[in-house]
């Protein structure tokens, strides 16, 4: 998605089509399946050192509390930024302090809320980021505290979730759905959601359904599917445990399998859905996969300077679904993706987006540093 090398490469999407792009986004009804977390940011106060007297303990001093819709509300927020005229959230968080909070960041953004249940016997997902500022001036992340509901949905709150999927499917343009958690079933994409999203994409394989999870890819069917190189070489290993040597399996696992394994995992979750599949490959860029023929590496855009990669995987999610629902092909959506990613992981201690100027303007430097403006 970008790398800290200062050369560019050609961009596969042309100017015109870059601008025709973001002036669909404006008119785009976008549907949202997912968990929907809150980010905490708790910043520290730089020097303080403060020990409770109880415990002995260093008690940590917070000066500034920030909020952020996190997960899912991570492709929301890149989406919004993007331009896109209205989201639809189908999510569960709970009735309690987080939620607020949640629901105050959420209600900024171009959101209908309608179908966003809130259960008072559920926690409300919250990722808790304690910064620390370092002499250099950059803020670390601290041991994060994560707070969630870990059983099932009842049948009855699942029953109501697909009830409301299948409304905001066919009221929408196109469909993103966030897989956030590794437990299996304790989400709100259980395999109840999952088996309705699948009759879904077969029945209207017109419509735009993209699926970013990452611990179960390899269960979805009737979709276009979006992972790193870790998730898509398990999805492909699940799929086919027997036929996976230990290696290969431990090399998804840690996330550093070479490019012709990868290739191959994606082009057989390709071929499953019959609908092209997305790897993202940091600074090697994304990996496009079509249902048949060869698949394409669409190259980064390299950035300078520090990055922070936090959230990269949503920006480039987000640049995926604006770029196929104004109707670009597969290689010029990985091509806007890797633009948005650039941009946001050059925001630090944040998770970031991009706006079209800035877009814009990336997209003129890449163009300009490779001989085409």
């Given at each position: 998605m970008a790398s800290g090398d200062a050369r560019f490469g050609k961009c596969p999407l042309e100017r015109e089509r870059l601008e025709a792009i973001l002036r669909a986004a404006p008119r785009m009804t976008v549907a949202l399946v997912g968990d929907l977390f809150l980010d905490r940011y708790l910043h520290l106060v730089p020097g303080a050192r403060e020990w409770s007297v109880e415990t002995g303990l260093e008690a940590y001093q917070v000066e500034q509390v920030r909020n952020v819709p996190g997960a899912l509300g991570?492709?929301?927020?890149?989406?919004?930024?993007?331009?896109?005229?209205?989201?639809?959230?189908?999510?569960?968080?709970?009735?309690?302090?987080?939620g607020y909070d949640l629901l105050r960041e959420v209600r900024k953004l171009p959101v209908?809320?309608?179908?966003?249940?809130?259960?008072?016997?559920?926690?409300?997902?919250?990722?808790?980021?304690?910064?620390?500022?370092?002499?250099?001036?950059?803020?670390?992340?601290?041991?994060?505290?994560?707070?969630?509901?870990r059983r099932p949905l009842s049948e009855a709150a699942t029953?109501?979730?697909?009830?409301?999927?299948?409304?905001?499917?066919?009221?929408?343009?196109?469909?993103?759905?966030l897989d956030q958690l590794v437990d299996a079933d304790q989400g709100v994409v259980n395999r109840s959601v999952r088996r309705l999203l699948a009759a879904l994409g077969r029945e209207h394989p017109e419509k735009l359904l993209l699926v970013d999870s990452r611990g179960f890819l390899g269960k979805f069917e009737a979709a276009m599917l979006k992972g790193n190189r870790g998730e898509v070489?398990?999805?492909?290993?699940?799929?086919?445990?027997?036929?996976?040597?230990?290696?290969?399996?431990?090399?998804?696992?840690?996330?550093?399998?070479?490019?012709?394994?990868?290739e191959a995992a994606l082009a057989g979750l390709a071929s499953k859905t019959g609908r092209p599949a997305f790897c993202t490959l940091g600074s090697d860029g994304?990996?496009?996969?079509?249902?048949?023929?060869?698949?394409?590496?669409?190259?980064?855009?390299p950035v300078a300077?520090?990055?922070?990669?936090?959230?990269?995987?949503?920006?480039?999610?987000?640049?995926?679904?604006?770029?196929?629902?104004?109707?670009?092909?597969p290689v010029e959506a990985a091509a806007?993706?890797?633009?948005?990613?650039?941009?946001?992981?050059?925001?630090?201690?944040?998770?970031?987006?991009?706006?079209?100027?800035?877009?814009?303007q990336r997209w003129e430097a890449c163009a300009a540093a490779s001989g085409l403006a």
């Amino acid at each position: 998605m970008a790398s800290g090398d200062a050369r560019f490469g050609k961009c596969p999407l042309e100017r015109e089509r870059l601008e025709a792009i973001l002036r669909a986004a404006p008119r785009m009804t976008v549907a949202l399946v997912g968990d929907l977390f809150l980010d905490r940011y708790l910043h520290l106060v730089p020097g303080a050192r403060e020990w409770s007297v109880e415990t002995g303990l260093e008690a940590y001093q917070v000066e500034q509390v920030r909020n952020v819709p996190g997960a899912l509300g991570t492709v929301m927020n890149n989406l919004a930024a993007l331009g896109v005229g209205l989201l639809v959230p189908v999510s569960v968080i709970g009735d309690d302090g987080h939620g607020y909070d949640l629901l105050r960041e959420v209600r900024k953004l171009p959101v209908d809320l309608a179908h966003l249940l809130c259960l008072p016997e559920r926690l409300t997902p919250t990722y808790t980021k304690p910064l620390a500022l370092q002499a250099d001036g950059t803020w670390k992340e601290l041991n994060r505290l994560d707070v969630r509901t870990r059983r099932p949905l009842s049948e009855a709150a699942t029953a109501e979730l697909m009830q409301r999927i299948v409304e905001v499917f066919h009221s929408s343009d196109g469909m993103v759905v966030l897989d956030q958690l590794v437990d299996a079933d304790q989400g709100v994409v259980n395999r109840s959601v999952r088996r309705l999203l699948a009759a879904l994409g077969r029945e209207h394989p017109e419509k735009l359904l993209l699926v970013d999870s990452r611990g179960f890819l390899g269960k979805f069917e009737a979709a276009m599917l979006k992972g790193n190189r870790g998730e898509v070489v398990r999805a492909a290993a699940a799929e086919h445990a027997s036929g996976h040597p230990s290696s290969v399996r431990q090399a998804g696992a840690e996330g550093e399998a070479p490019l012709d394994l990868v290739e191959a995992a994606l082009a057989g979750l390709a071929s499953k859905t019959g609908r092209p599949a997305f790897c993202t490959l940091g600074s090697d860029g994304i990996l496009v996969a079509p249902p048949s023929g060869p698949s394409q590496r669409v190259p980064a855009v390299p950035v300078a300077g520090p990055i922070d990669i936090v959230g990269a995987g949503d920006a480039a999610t987000s640049g995926l679904v604006l770029a196929m629902l104004a109707g670009a092909s597969p290689v010029e959506a990985a091509a806007l993706a890797n633009l948005v990613a650039s941009i946001t992981i050059q925001q630090l201690g944040t998770t970031g987006t991009a706006s079209p100027d800035q877009i814009r303007q990336r997209w003129e430097a890449c163009a300009a540093a490779s001989g085409l403006a």
